[in-house]
């Protein structure tokens, strides 16, 4: 499974396979989708295939397109740093949140950008879905931008207050 490896002060994991998700016999997710048990994320999104295969008791089906995490700097009382992390080509990119804003139609635009090359620059449009258990919903697309190349997808997802 994973091994522990000490360089210099750090230390490293490997990991040589996805452990219950091979074990239960499942596909290897998409290059782009995240599969990530048990994150204490804030905002969760799918492509709409992926969400009607989503249940929450089952982490092999945790299989996400963006997902932001916030947390306030200690000893901070202002609003917290929020990071957006997707996967592009097998590897986890952060994101940092460049602006947010209403467009013309009303709905919610959130410009995310990597760190590091190739650059990736991530647009979000979401509208509100009403709310499920304590979370607000959301639907909208997710665009990426590459270099000279655009993909745009359909997203669903929710986000904690």
Known sequence: ?????RAG???VLGWAC???VQ????DT???????WPQPPARCLFFTPDEQIAFRADDPATWRFRLMTMAAAKPGESAEPTERGYVMKDGLLR??????????GEGASVTVW?????????????LRPAGSEKGRNRFTGTLATTRGEGRETIDII???AP
């Open 1 to 5: 499974m994973g091994r522990v490896q």
């Open 9 to 11: 002060g750090a230390i």
């Open 18 to 20: 996805l452990g219950p």
């Open 23 to 26: 074990a239960a016999g499942l």
């Open 29 to 35: 997710p998409p290059s782009d989708t995240i599969l």
């Open 94 to 103: 952060e994101l940092e949140k460049l602006r947010s804003g209403p467009d």
């Open 113 to 125: 950008r990597s760190a590091g090359e190739p650059r990736l620059n991530i647009t979000m449009t």
């Open 157 to 159: 997802g929710s986000c």
